[in-house]
Each structure stands twice: as C-alpha cells, then as structure tokens.
T-cell receptor, first 114, second 112 residues
Framework: NAGVTQTPKFQVLKTGQSMTLQCAQD?????MSWYRQDPGMGLRLIHY???????DQGEVPNGYNVSRSTTEDFPLRLLSAAPSQTSVYFC?????????????FGNGTRLTVT | GENVEQHPSTLSVQEGDSAVIKCTYS??????FPWYKQELGKRPQLIID?????GEKKDQRIAVTLNKTAKHFSLHITETQPEDSAVYFC???????????FGKGNQVVVIP
C-alpha cells in the first residue's frame, strides 16, 4: 500500500490564484481530513469527511473547499490564494473517525503564496 | 481557552533521563487521545494512543497516562536517546468524536 499520497510536494502561488491540492489513500479508509501546520500553531483542522459524499468544516475552513466523490480521494481547493494561506498542508485518513482510529498522514504540501 | 494545551513548549533532557509531556483538554466527552511524533521536515506519525476506558498504556520506552477527572494525559519517555529528539503533538477527539484537535506541540531535545 502507498498509504496517503499528496501532490504536489511544493507549490508557489500568486495572490488571487486558485489551485487544488490532491490527496489519495489506498487503505479503504472512511475518514479523511486536511490540516494546516504553521509555526507555533500546531495542526489545525480545515475540513474533514466521514465518508464518500459527506464533508464538514473544521477549525479553519475559510478560503478552502473540499469534496469527496470517492472513498479514495479528498482534494482541497484554494479558491483565491492569500499570503495567510502560506503553510504546510497535511492530508490524513483513518479507518473510521467515529471509532477514533489512528490518523495516517501524507508527506505534506508546502505552499507559499506571494 | 484552547481545546488542547501542551506543557512545556520545549523540553531538554540528558540522554538516558526521562521526559514527560503533559496535555490538558477541555471536552469532557473526549474519548481518544493519541500522541504523534514529528521529525524535522517529516510527517507526524502516531507513537501511542489511549482510550478513555484505560488509565495507562505502555509500549517499550513510551507510556501514556490518562486522568479523566482532571482532564489531562501525559506522555512518558524513559531512557531517552538522541533519536527521540523531535516535536511531539498530543490530540483529543472533539464534537462527537468526528474531529481530532491537536495541541501546539512540544520540542524535545535529547542532549548526548
């Protein structure tokens, strides 16, 4: 199993541009989530999904959209990039959010918005 | 206040000594408490977790203890080694257990 795969690894955007961060998992996990990591702020939840067709907001959802059309994929869309969205983004999945099983993280996407 | 708080923010220990990191949480309904280790430039990886029906769990040099009454849980690392140097994050479930909230992390430095 590849686990959780994130692409791209690095990205530079100009203010106002849009882009999609890709996340895919091959473990048949029901639960998927997106976190952003900023220095001194820990990991903050952006959006999450407890199954295909179901998404919900986390702690810091503004400026981001998600969809979950399949169990495997959970892309994160930045609608109009802002410098405040410069961060490292981690996608994570688990067998079941309801059962509180361990989260498996991808390797992260480092995003810079100029 | 914060949903999950970690103390201290930075901890330096001599190789071979023990390290203890404490986390407090606010939601009395939380029932799952994992600890993650993140090395520089890498992804967070689970090292140990505990559920609310258990008071203590051990895995070799690592242990976690949970005090539900006081709403805090701690990570204990014994016989520390240089490879234990990393940032450690605690987390707790929130809002019906669909969300996992993380603390801000503890930088542990093991001095050879």
């Amino acid at each position: 199993n590849a686990g959780v795969t994130q692409t791209p690894k690095f990205q530079v955007l100009k203010t106002g541009q849009s882009m999609t961060l890709q996340c895919a998992q091959d473990m048949n996990h029901e639960y998927m989530s997106w976190y952003r990591q900023d220095p001194g702020m820990g990991l903050r939840l952006i959006h999450y999904s407890v199954g295909a067709g179901i998404t919900d907001q986390g702690e810091v959802p503004n400026g981001y959209n998600v969809s979950r059309s399949t169990t495997e994929d959970f892309p994160l869309r930045l609608l109009s990039a802002a410098p405040s969205q410069t961060s490292v983004y981690f996608c994570a999945s688990s067998y079941s959010g309801q059962n509180n099983s361990p989260l498996h993280f991808g390797n992260g996407t480092r995003l810079t918005v100029t | 206040g914060e949903n999950v708080e970690q103390h201290p923010s930075t901890l330096s220990v001599q190789e071979g000594d023990s390290a203890v990191i404490k986390c407090t949480y606010s939601d009395s309904a939380s029932n799952y408490f994992p600890w993650y280790k993140q090395e520089l430039g890498k992804r967070p990886q689970l090292i140990i977790d505990i559920r609310s029906n258990v008071g203590e769990k051990k895995d070799q040099r690592i242990a976690v203890t949970l005090n539900k009454t006081a709403k805090h849980f701690s990570l204990h690392i014994t016989e520390t080694q240089p490879e234990d140097s990393a940032v450690y994050f605690c987390a707790a479930t929130l809002y019906g257990n669909n969300r996992l909230a993380f603390g801000k992390g503890n930088q542990v430095v093991v001095i050879p």
